[in-house]
């Protein structure tokens, strides 16, 4: 691969230093003359009727400006809910965290007072957690039309993926093996705490959010208070992470609007930790069935999945579950049914479909090379995809590099040995997982504009939220410019003052909006030939909306991960020991943004496999886990080194070739780490997370 | 949380007058009790500040025993050179309790006073902690409740220097409405057969303000790891649910007075397995006039966790007991 010049280099965050010292203004600092405050009323209960609401109380406290209920507000929150009505205020509230009231007030404190005062009689009903629980006879039905949410179709049906015959598949096979796996409700965990200003100058809305997509945030918003999207502006310069759930506009943004319309003063809506963790959304919990034919050299003949998405009681998530789509196998069938549930809202959290499945999947495999006494190197190396679903060719991929490179790096031939080779207390094993995420080509924009002092002014709609979005366009522009990072100056997070950049989902920022500064960059650079520097008050302006399709192939980058962990069979405690993350993105834009985004991802997964989960009390429907705490989120002192490989495959597409990166770096964690446990111990463990009453159960 | 007003009083006597007058509640770093009152756990009408009582978080070395302040913060009583050299079951407690920020702000009385963490509390159903009349752990989530002295309540006590302190033969000295008293640590500690809404004797009026160490007579402290002289050998032992900032899943606390390699006197207490810290006299007695060899500890390790009566969820903290038991006394044994 040919080196470029900025890109490519290591380059610490254009913002780095404001962040550090406290000069970023995040959503929560943000401050108004006259603004307000506003607290949200949540339902106690797992599902329950209101029969009656009394605000008066409220009101009648000195301080209280406005408060809003399912009595005198029925503005719909579209993107909360995909498949049916979901207001800002629902009756009945359908899980514990179902906001009922919101209440303005001049502080904090008499703004939480005030909800203290409202009277709401409930009338509870029966709840369900478990989504296969909920699809039987009998269980509470908790949106009209059933439990099982409706597919794509339209249709209450699950969602079903064929090709060939599983059943040929299984005649073919000399071993058939089956297993069933589980995964809990994780909540995103960002740092950043959840708020929203709205002010509002005349018919003009203005909208401070913590927003991973300002565009699509305003579009939102647009539609559901009717209002033209060129009247509603939203800005967030610094935010704090998001991971998923801060895509789109949020209910908050919607009743910081429509209380400070009502209040006649900007308002500020903030949650608490323990709201955000129950009352925002986290990622899906599922029950998965596999059942796979191999032959006995190894490769596989067949793949059967049946599995449910537990999606809490709206449909704000897609609920599907990936990860056979790593492997090539003539005959695959998988079935998805996404339901509804009593349990906190599921929806995007990295790589929303992909941790899940692909612990389940490579966990499965696992088990198959052990069976057959094959290293689970070998079994992958024969195995792994080489054609999109077995059909369409990949426009780049680097699996196979990453499989050689990785695990020569890791060292794998001297560290996995067959299983439960210790026989002391305790024991060290190695694990490995695969996994791909897509890598689409999309519509964004960009505007570049040179000043008369040769600075080029960067436009984009990017927020940043932690991926180092703005340095990675700065140094996608310098390049494209051919100039130096220091003559760039980006302008990001405001919808007056950017074009439409695609939201920072899908890891999509690097590739779509990348694309859009490329194409601005050589057309300002065709007008500086044609015409030079602009000279005064003047500027060169270039923009560039585009929208590039991919025609005949599969976009997608591909990540291995290789663990080490050490069991103590006595105490039950799972250490990383020792972790290399191997990655496929295409050019790396920025290794040091890059190598973070990995780390973080590789962190969070192994949180996942070990500690992580909103656990609720079956009793009572109610979460207990909620907040950094008892969820055990992992610290500083959790994550180990985290070694990382770049393996650059060249592809055609994409700015200077570049692939998505931000969201693979979770996919295969959490199988490397349970596989590792698998090595070290012999044991299996199939529903997460790997915690020590399991670990010591199992061991027993 | 509620509104309440903060008071600085400058005596302790003061500060029992005010905690005497209705709905108060002490505070001395607050790292726990704000957000208690922030969940509405709590709501005291004054909150009365003990920092600002001058003196109360000081070592001192007295005739046959060490004073410690009860508002001493947890790093520096980590930190403190006469307490490692001497007590290190308590230098090690308090060095492994929370995070640095916690240790930093948390003081060793609170700690010793801290409420208890179980989930259902802190959430605010209406169990006995909360002035309920039900304990939902017994049938529920109970991953890591008490597999000892439960009923009616199955909380584990939340502090680390607690069971330390117990082991340590420690007394505390309260302030209340009637001048002072000193009980012994372990008297101090009341489990939820006598009041499940409770973890201590405490009165709402009083304050723990002293903790005094003994001086464990004649024997060489600044060699305390001494095989040939008698001495205090001694080790806080924590297993948390991730590397930091958990209360303990089991933890231990041993000290053993050594002559020569005989164990002379030995005091072994449990901590995040019981609603009170939980001494095993039985092990002690089988360490004392013995040699602590590695077969004695395991022994000993399965002694400790005799009559345990796990829950549905919790019976891994069986084998975990037994395994922290056994490796802290081999440990110390061959020190």
């Not at chain 1, 408060?67 to 899980?95: A, E, M, Y």
């Not at chain 1, 090709?163 to 299984?170: A, D, M, P, S």
């Not at chain 2, 030995?266 to 077969?295: C, D, N, Q, S, Y």
Request: glycine fraction near 10%; hydrophobic fraction near 40%.
């Amino acid at each position: 691969m040919t080196p470029l010049t900025s890109v490519g280099k290591a380059t610490p965050r254009i913002d780095a230093l404001k962040r550090v010292t406290g000069g970023a203004t995040y959503t929560a600092d943000i401050q108004a003359p006259g603004m307000l405050y506003a607290r949200v009323l949540r339902s106690p209960h797992p599902h329950a009727r209101i029969k009656s609401i009394d605000v008066s109380k409220a009101q009648a406290l000195p301080g209280v400006k406005a408060i809003l209920t399912n009595q005198n507000c029925d503005i719909q929150w579209s993107s909360g809910d995909t498949r049916n009505k979901r207001l800002l205020f629902n009756n009945p509230v359908r899980f514990a965290g179902d906001a009922v009231a919101a209440v303005a007030a001049v502080n904090r404190h008499v703004a939480e007072d005030a909800l203290h005062l409202i009277d709401v009689e409930y009338e509870t009903l029966p709840f369900v957690l478990d989504p296969e629980e909920a699809l039987k006879d009998g269980a509470p039905e908790i949106q009209p039309g059933g439990n099982l949410s409706p597919n794509g179709q339209g249709k209450h049906e699950p969602d079903k993926y064929t090709r060939g015959n599983v059943e040929e598949g299984f005649a073919a096979a000399d071993h058939v093996f089956e297993d069933s796996y589980r995964t809990p409700h994780i909540n995103n965990a960002q740092m950043e705490i959840r708020a929203s200003m709205a002010q509002w100058q005349g018919d003009k809305l203005i909208v401070h959010a913590s927003t991973q997509g300002i565009a699509n945030c305003r579009t939102d918003i647009a539609k559901d208070l009717k209002l033209k999207p060129e009247n509603v502006e939203v800005i967030c310069l610094y935010m704090g992470g998001g991971f998923g759930n801060k895509n789109q506009c949020h209910d908050f943004d919607l009743m910081a609007a429509e209380l400070a319309r009502r209040a006649g003063a900007p308002v500020r809506v903030e949650f608490t930790r323990k709201e955000d963790y129950t009352s925002v959304h986290g990622r899906w919990p599922t029950n998965q069935y596999y059942k796979i034919g191999v032959k006995n050299d190894g490769t596989l003949t067949a793949i059967q999945m049946r599995a449910y998405s537990g999606m809490g009681p709206y449909r704000k998530g897609q609920g599907d579950i990936s990860g056979i789509e790593i492997y090539q196998c003539p005959h695959v069938e998988r079935t998805t049914s996404m339901v509804y549930t009593n349990m906190s809202v599921s929806a995007n959290f990295r790589a929303p479909a992909y941790p899940q499945g692909v612990f389940a999947v490579e966990s499965l495999m696992d088990d198959a090379a052990h069976a057959l006494k094959m290293d689970p190197l070998e079994f992958r190396l024969k195995n792994f995809t080489r054609k999109y679903q077995d059909r369409t060719a990949y426009s780049s991929s680097g699996l196979e590099e990453l499989l050689r490179k990785g695990s020569e790096k890791f060292g794998w031939k001297q560290r996995w040995r067959p299983a439960a080779s210790d026989t002391g207390p305790i024991k060290r094993g190695a694990g490995m997982g695969m996994g791909m995420f897509p890598s689409s080509l999309g519509r964004s924009a960009a505007i570049l504009r040179v000043d008369s002092k040769g600075t080029y002014h960067v436009h984009v709609g990017v927020t940043d939220c932690g991926t180092g979005a703005k340095t990675t366009m700065g140094l996608i522009a310098a390049e494209a410019l051919e100039v130096p990072l220091e003559r760039i100056n980006v302008v990001w997070g405001d919808t007056d003052t950017c074009p439409y950049s695609v939201g920072e989902s899908g890891s999509r920022t690097t590739v779509f909006t990348g694309t859009a500064v490329v194409e601005a960059a050589k057309d300002l650079k065709k007008q500086i030939a044609e015409k030079g520097l602009p000279t005064g008050n003047d500027f060169h302006t270039a923009s560039a909306d585009t929208n590039p399709v991919l025609r005949d192939f599969a976009r997608y980058s591909f990540v291995v991960h290789f663990a080490e962990v050490e069991v103590d069979t006595e105490t039950g405690r799972v250490h990383v020991t020792r972790y290399l993350a191997a990655h496929d993105s295409g050019r790396v834009m920025n290794p040091l943004t890059a190598e973070s985004q990995v780390k973080g991802g590789a962190t969070t997964g192994i949180g996942m496999a070990l500690h992580e989960q909103l656990l609720y009390d079956k009793r009572t429907g109610l979460p207990l886990s909620a907040g950094y705490y008892h969820a055990r989120v992992m610290t500083h002192m959790d994550a180990p080194e985290i070694e990382v490989l770049w393996v650059e495959s060249e592809d055609a597409y994409g700015p200077f070739g570049a692939k998505t990166l931000g969201e693979p770096t979770i996919i295969p964690s959490v199988a490397a780490v349970a596989n590792a446990f698998f090595n070290a111990t012999g044991k299996r463990v199939r529903d997460l997370p790997i915690t020590r009453d399991k670990v010591l159960g199992v061991m027993a | 949380m509620k509104t309440f007003s903060s008071a600085n009083p400058k005596t302790v006597a003061d500060a029992v007058k005010l905690l005497g007058k209705g709905n108060g509640a002490v505070v001395g770093g607050g790292s726990d009790l704000l957000g208690m009152v922030k969940e509405r756990l709590i709501s005291p009408d004054v909150l009365v500040n003990l920092r600002s009582i001058p003196g109360l978080d000081q070592v001192k070395e007295q005739a046959n025993e060490v004073v410690i302040g009860g508002l001493i913060t947890l790093s520096a009583l980590a930190e403190h050179p006469l307490i490692r050299s001497r007590y290190a079951v308590l230098a090690e407690a308090a060095g492994v309790v929370g995070t640095p920020q916690i240790r930093n702000a948390g003081t060793l009385a609170g700690n010793v006073c801290q409420r208890p963490w179980c989930w259902y509390f802190r959430n605010g159903f209406p169990c006995y902690k909360n002035g309920g009349k039900t304990c939902f752990s017994v049938v529920g989530e109970n991953e890591f409740h008490a597999i000892f002295g439960g009923g009616p309540s199955y909380i584990v006590h939340p502090s680390d220097t607690a069971p330390a302190l117990v082991a340590l033969d420690a007394k505390f000295k309260i302030a209340g409405p009637s001048g002072e008293r000193v009980i012994a640590a372990s008297d101090f500690f009341a489990p939820p057969s006598k009041d499940p809404a409770r973890e201590n004797v405490l009165a709402h009026d009083e304050v723990l303000i002293e903790v005094r160490l003994p001086a464990y007579g004649s024997w060489t402290f600044n060699t305390p790891y001494s095989t040939t002289k008698s001495a205090l050998r001694s080790a806080y032992h924590k297993e948390l649910d991730r590397e930091s900032w958990t209360h303990a899943v089991a933890s231990v606390a041993v000290v053993l007075e050594m002559e020569g390699s005989t164990c002379k006197k030995a005091r072994v207490v449990l901590g995040g397995v019981a609603p009170i810290p939980w001494r095993v006299p039985k092990v002690e007695a089988m360490l004392e006039g013995k040699r602590i060899t590695p077969e004695l500890a395991a022994q000993a390790g399965q002694a400790a966790v005799e009559g345990a009566k796990p829950l549905a969820k919790n019976g891994y903290k069986v084998k975990l007991t037994a395994a922290i038991v056994k490796r802290t006394l081999s440990a110390l044994g061959s020190a």
